[in-house]
Structure formats: C-alpha cells, structure tokens
C-alpha cells in the first residue's frame, strides 16, 4: 500500500504539464509550435510532441 501511495504521488505532482500544443508560443516567446512553417517562417527548434517551433522571418534591414 505504500509503495501504491508513493508511486501515485509521484506521477500525481510530478508529471510534466501538457504544452506545445498548436499556438503555443516557443524561442522565448518569439516564435510558435506548429506541424510545419509558413513559407515566410523558418524552423529553428523543436516543441514537444513532435511540433516544430516557427520564427516569422525578417528583412535585414528591420533587425534591431
């Protein structure tokens, strides 16, 4: 029985939060978790659950 109540309260308060799901945000908030890029995005890191992380491409002259 205690290894029973050890175990759920492991899995119960340890379990990791659902995200990457479609329109959450990723590369510090700039960019977005999507199943593939836009034609003007491009692909600089991985989400959870197998989504990429989208970046809205800029011209050069807009970098600050």
Do not use: D
Request: net charge positive.
């Amino acid at each position: 029985m205690r290894m029973f109540l050890f175990l759920f309260a492991v899995f119960f308060f340890l379990a990791p939060a659902r995200s990457g799901s479609i329109g959450s945000k990723c590369y510090r908030l700039k960019g977005r978790c999507a199943n593939r890029c836009q034609i003007n995005e491009e692909l600089v890191g991985l989400c959870q659950k197998f989504l990429k992380c989208c970046v809205t491409l800029q011209s050069c002259w807009k970098n600050e």
